[in-house]
């Protein structure tokens, strides 16, 4: 999935209410992911010596040397058809 497909498949989810444009929904994934031209959030946080865990999703932090994601129990659940 890339950019696009992740912006519409977030619309899909919050479509009920109609309140989320594809326009603001790339603005938050380029807020938490970054772009090119400027990091986002996760990046930042990792750099700094820091990590963003988002609980059952799993947690972004630094190790050997760069960026890597330490998947949570519910992801890596779901990835395995465990629940």
Not at 58 to 80: T, Y
């Amino acid at each position: 999935m890339d950019r696009s497909g992740l912006i519409e498949a977030v619309g899909r989810r919050t479509a009920d209410d109609g309140e989320l444009s594809p326009e603001r929904i790339g603005r938050v994934v380029d807020a938490l992911f970054g772009t090119v031209a400027e990091a986002g959030a996760i990046a930042e946080a990792i750099r700094t010596g820091g990590a963003v865990t988002l609980v059952g999703f799993g947690s972004f932090h630094h190790a050997d040397g760069g960026a890597s994601l330490r998947p949570g129990m519910a992801l890596n659940e779901f990835v395995n058809d465990q629940v």
